[in-house]
Nanobody, 124 residues
Framework: VQLQASGGGLAQDGGSLRLSCTKS????????IGWFRQAPGKGREFVSV????????YYTDSVKGRFTISRDDAKNTVYLQMNSLRPEDTAVYYC??????????????????WGQGTQVTVSS
């Protein structure tokens, strides 16, 4: 399995960006794809996750109401629409995949496939 993340870039405070994560290769039938981010000097933190089979989503509190995760089955792609961006959203964003029942969805250590990361920079 390979994950290809894209869509990062530079945005102004209050602006928007859309990240994409395209999956290739075969996976188990029930899996989740999560977005994580890592700011300089900080650990990797959970942002959002979607269950590919049933569409269930979760968000970390700091992005609720601003970010939306979605999937396109035909394109094997998960999107993270980020609106009302803030400087504190600046980080490298990673997408990751694992079985849906492999532990806490917010724990990066439970994911075993990772994309390469895409930089998001929000200027004030």
């Amino acid at each position: 399995v390979q994950l290809q993340a894209s869509g990062g870039g530079l945005a102004q405070d209050g602006g928007s960006l859309r990240l994409s994560c395209t999956k290739s290769g075969r996976t188990v039938s029930t899996y989740i794809i999560g977005w994580f981010r890592q700011a300089p000097g900080k650990g990797r933190e959970f942002v959002s996750v979607i269950n590919w089979s049933n569409g269930t989503t979760y968000y970390t509190d700091s992005v609720k109401g601003r970010f939306t995760i979605s999937r396109d089955d035909a394109k094997n792609t998960v999107y993270l629409q980020m609106n009302s961006l803030r400087p504190e959203d600046t980080a490298v964003y990673y997408c990751a995949l694992r079985r849906h029942d492999f532990g806490n969805y917010y724990s990066p250590g439970t994911y075993y496939y990772w994309g390469q990361g895409t930089q998001v920079t929000v200027s004030s």
